[in-house]
């Protein structure tokens, strides 16, 4: 629980990954301790007990999972994890997914989202370049990217190098920690400079074929205060941009009606059947990936494009979003 909801929320440093290590060790070594020092008959009810729990929170979090699930996927890229081959890192995979919503009225909206880019001098600018082809060839009406563009500032060359404007109407954006904990401001410049929108706790609202589309970037916790968002938006579609899914209980009692979020890398490392070992949410695995439903606001949670500290995946394919958005409640 320590590291995965406190400790993994610390800035990337030389000092993050040495007290990660010594909470690590501290756990593994305290729990040996206690084992030599309480071996006792009674004592063997205290692991017993503690494990107890561990399996009731699991079982907790399975009933809260499910509550919130949304819809699969109608469509993904056919590209299976063999099980002898567990290096996913640029095993790049599409989702496809179809969402009823009363607000929204006339043809299909379609909305490619991609996420965590982490752009990186061990991935290949061609890997990065193959996924941008990837969401143009979706057609999108809008396209959305949620943060976390570079993992440090060597890599705003390469950056500049693959950004770009996606979609048919518009294309947006918001930063993520890794961006904050860089440099911010340079970041925010090879994103506008390179055809992007970029919002920063602020709403735009776009037309397209007669039909308006409001979209908002909330930045919340790490590019500023926390904002609140309006209840009503008139009627309009009301889309959000929130980097990590953790927002999504803040925001569903907004006038949010859809988040795309990222954050989580789906664990980045998975063990096959059983799931991610760490998620970086102070709800553990409860939103850890795919399609969820709180309060009524569909919430869009991407296994992201790249990878970061270390820049590998284990079972967990990078993946894009293809969302489209039809009219009627399904």
């Known amino acids: 629980m320590l590291l995965n909801r406190y400790l993994i929320l610390l800035p990337d440093s030389k000092r993050k990954i040495a007290v990660i290590l010594l909470a690590f060790v501290a756990i593994v070594g305290s729990s040996i301790a206690a084992g030599f020092l309480l071996y006792r008959p009674l004592w063997i009810f205290v692991p017993v007990a503690v494990l107890g729990l561990i399996v009731a929170g699991e079982i907790r979090w399975a009933f809260i999972r499910r509550s919130c699930a949304g819809s699969r996927p109608i469509d993904s890229t056919p590209h299976a994890v063999a099980l002898f081959n567990p290096v996913t890192t640029t095993d790049i995979i599409t989702h496809r ?3 009823h919503h009363p607000k929204w009225k006339g043809t299909r909206l379609r909305i490619v989202h991609l996420t965590d880019l982490h752009v990186h001098p061990k991935l290949s600018v061609e890997y990065y370049r193959r996924v941008v082809e ?33 979609a048919r109407v518009e294309t947006f954006a918001v930063l993520g920690n890794h961006d904050y904990w860089s440099k911010p401001e340079d970041i925010a410049n090879v994103v506008t400079d390179s055809g992007l929108r970029l919002l920063t706790n602020e709403s735009a609202t776009v037309t397209m074929d007669g039909r308006s589309v409001t979209v908002t970037g909330y930045n919340y916790p790490w590019g500023a205060k926390r904002r609140t968002i309006s209840r009503s938006q008139g009627g309009v579609i009301h889309l959000v941009l929130s980097h990590t899914p953790d927002n999504i209980y803040r925001l569903a009692k907004s006038s949010a009606d859809i988040i795309f979020s990222g954050h989580y ?30 309060n009524g606001t569909h919430l869009f949670v991407a296994s992201g494009v790249g990878a970061s500290s270390p820049p590998v995946r284990i079972y967990c394919q990078p993946d894009i979003f293809v969302v489209d958005i039809l009219g009627g409640n399904g």
């Open 134 to 166: 990837s969401a143009e060839e979706a057609e999108p009406d809008l396209a959305v990217f949620t943060g976390d563009f570079i993992s440090n500032t060597d890599a705003l060359p390469m950056l500049r190098e693959i950004l770009r404007p996606l």
């Open 265 to 294: 890398h789906a664990g980045q490392i998975r063990i096959p059947f059983l799931g991610p070992v760490v998620i970086p949410s102070v709800y553990g695995r409860r939103f850890d990936h795919g399609h969820f439903v709180v």
């Open 97 to 99: 997914y179809e969402v």
